[in-house]
């Protein structure tokens, strides 16, 4: 019977499709697709060479919202992994790790081993990638707090793990933040003590120049951006405001009201080539801003963490779907005391996140005409609600109602109670993980002479995003399952490796089943006879 195998530590891909030089991975791939033309179905071959960068570099992350609950954890989870922290709680000592981190503690199956047991690596094995441990913090706030007092305040950590962690955050203090109050609730004046003056252009220039700074002071190689501060009310898209690239720097230079912070932390970025990630639900990224991305060929990335009630959407609603079943009626109730909570009892902030909760189901009941008729959808209502009380210990409460065999209904009911910072916090070290490393790799076809990149809207990324943007054409994923393999077959093609089909044929017939069997007896005897 085949068991499951895991190799820790680097390997190497003994493959003619795959070579190894100092600096680079190189790799032939060929990427099958099927096109279906009417009644007609053609399968089509492109062979392409990949080229991966092995040397990472010295990496700074610089948040937006630094002092926030997000902002300090996420700081403190990595300090406390590269010191190897334990603390005491009631329930014992619990040791730093990356729990929750697509990138730092999952596996991917490599293959199968000789004797037909399943092989697993950790994901960040995969290709060459930053380690959080290794990442310079830093960034913005419009609260003055330095980060110890902040990771106090968001009551997020263990008391004991606050202590070992206090001397090391106290050292850190947010930077003047962007703070246009038309954009976010009212309720959040109280804490705007660290802003930044001046026209909208003047604010923008110490923005960049804030990054410039960072990245000399700290011999960095490169520098991203992600933002992870309050949630925005969406920006008016207006011609001649911020429908193009060129009006949109015209509109900041004359201080136009419907130009965000989060759009200026966005242009600031872009145009001093650091990805820049949306890990909120407002539009940061209107027209102008996407232009201006292509035109410097820089990343961006967004909109808003997937963590907890929309991921667990994504999951079940896929299941549904999948099975045959039809969900008629999805009803999702939230509620949250920390001070994102706080910031979404406004009615224009929580619209903002009503819509990037809303349209993550769209791509998987479109997949079924069976189920679905045309621009038919699910009846589906978001609530969320502001209680200070439970702090950042969200509950999320949903009914998926569906239609089944001959008639008959069903109706699964899920309480979820999400630890909100400790469920995004590791997106916010996957989203800049994967951005980083998407940065490194390159791809074209066989026989051309350009490398290109990736397309400067990084929907790679959608699988830790609610509201994933996608590049104009191209259709919006929002199944997670989908999104992962994505991840995985990219990097199995950095490494001229086939993408795993699950077909597992070895496993299913009986002449390679009695060939494994065979190789298990041989490798069961030649075992013993060391140990003898």
């Known amino acids: 019977m085949s068991a499951f195998q895991n190799l820790d530590g680097d390997f190497i891909v003994e493959s003619d499709k795959c070579k190894y030089t100092d600096n680079e991975i190189l790799s032939d791939y060929t990427y099958e697709t099927t096109i279906v033309e009417g009644n007609t179905v053609k399968p089509v071959e492109t062979k392409m060479n990949f080229k991966t960068e092995r040397n990472v570099g010295k990496v700074g992350v610089m948040l937006i919202g630094l002092g926030g609950n997000n902002g300090c954890t996420c700081v403190a989870g990595s300090i406390a992994n590269k010191l190897g922290l334990t603390w005491e709680t009631k329930e014992g000592t619990k040791k730093a790790n990356y729990w ?8 991917v199956k490599l293959g199968n081993d000789v004797h037909g047991n399943s092989v697993y690596v950790p994901m960040k094995n995969m290709l060459p990638m930053v380690n959080p441990n290794d990442i310079v913090w830093g960034g913005w706030d419009i609260n003055s707090m330095n980060l110890g007092d902040a990771m106090k305040r968001s009551k997020v950590l263990d008391v004991d793990l606050q202590r070992k962690l206090y001397p090391h955050m106290e050292k850190i203090k947010p930077l003047p933040s962007v703070y246009f109050p038309d954009f976010i609730a009212a309720n959040q004046g109280e804490r705007a003590d660290n802003v930044l003056t001046g026209t909208k252009q003047e604010q923008m220039e110490q923005i960049r120049k804030d990054i410039r700074d960072f990245k000399a002071n700290n011999g960095l190689d490169k520098v991203i951006l992600l933002w992870t501060a309050n949630t925005e009310r969406f920006a008016s898209v207006e011609e001649g405001v911020n429908d193009t690239a060129d009006n949109l720097l015209a509109s900041i230079a004359r201080g136009e009201e419907e130009i ?8 600031a970025s872009i145009l001093e080539g650091s990805t820049f990630i949306n890990g909120s639900p407002q539009n940061t990224f209107v027209p102008g801003v996407v232009e201006l991305a292509k035109e410097k060929k820089c990343f961006i990335a967004g909109d808003d963490f997937k963590s907890g009630q929309t991921k667990m959407k994504s999951v079940l609603v896929d299941f549904l779907v999948s099975a045959g079943i039809k969900p008629v009626s999805i009803v999702s109730y939230n509620h949250l ?30 997949s079924n005409q069976i189920l679905f008729e045309e621009d038919e ?58 951005g980083e490393l998407c940065e490194r790799i390159t791809m074209k076809k066989a026989g051309e002479e350009k490398w290109e990149a990736f397309h400067p809207v990084l929907s790679l990324l959608s699988y830790m995003l609610k509201a994933p943007l996608v590049p104009s054409g191209a259709p ?30 070895e496993h299913r017939l009986e002449s390679t089943l009695d060939d494994m069997k065979k190789q298990a007896s041989i490798g069961h005897v030649a075992k013993k006879a060391r140990v003898n």
């Open 100 to 107: 929750g981190s697509l990138m730092m503690a999952s596996t």
């Open 377 to 434: 959808h699910p009846d589906h209502v978001v609530v969320i609600k502001y209680v200070p009380y439970v702090a950042d210990s969200k509950r999320a409460m949903d009914e998926y109602t569906s239609e089944i065999f001959m008639g008959g209904k069903n109706t699964i009911v899920m309480h979820n109670t999400c630890e909100d910072s400790l469920l995004a916090t590791p997106l916010i070290y996957d989203l800049v993980i994967l």
């Open 260 to 267: 965000s912070a989060s759009t200026i932390f966005a242009v």
């Open 476 to 505: 919006v994923v929002n199944a997670l399952f989908v999104q992962r393999c994505a991840i995985v077959n990219v990097m199995r093609a950095c490494l001229g490796l086939a993408p795993d089909n699950h077909m597992t044929l």
């Open 337 to 366: 005391g920390n001070n994102d909570g706080k910031n979404l009892s406004a009615p224009s902030q929580f619209r903002s996140k009503e819509i990037s909760k809303s349209n993550v189901v769209d791509d998987m009941v479109a």
